[in-house]
C-alpha cells in the first residue's frame, strides 16, 4: 500500500490495517507516515515493517533555518524545504528572464547549479524536475 496523505491519515491506515489484520506493507513518506506521534501512539506491531523513503534536507540549509527560528520542528523544517525550493527556482528563473515568458523562466531554471539554491542533497534540475539524494528505510 502506497498512501499519499498526512499524518493522520496514516494513523487511521495503519491503526484499520492492524486490526484488520492486513497484511500488506506500507510505503510511505516518512515525515508522514513514521512520524513520533505514530510510532509513540500505536502497538508497534502496526507500524513495524512498515516502509519509508525520504528526501534529506542539507545540514547546511537546516542550520541556517535553526539559526533565524529556534522551534523548528522536523516537519516544519520539511515544509520550509519545500516552500524554498519552489520560490528559490521560480524566483531566480523570473529574476533571470527580462520578458517573463515561461519558457524563459523553465530554461533559466533547468540552467541553475548554484547549491545555495537547493535546500536537499545535491538537488539539482534535470528536465524540469528537481532531482536529488533520497533515503529508504523499514521500521524495526
Known sequence: IIPLMYEDGAYALFKQRGELGVKATIFCY???CQTEKNLASLPAAYTKGSLYFEVPIKQSFQDRVNAKYSRVTAGDMQGIAN??????LAGVGLAECPDKTGSCVVQKINEITHPDYFAYENGKVVDRMLQSDIVLGEVK
Open 83 to 88: 516552500a524554498y525550493q519552489t520560490v528559490m
Open 30 to 32: 516518512k515525515m508522514d
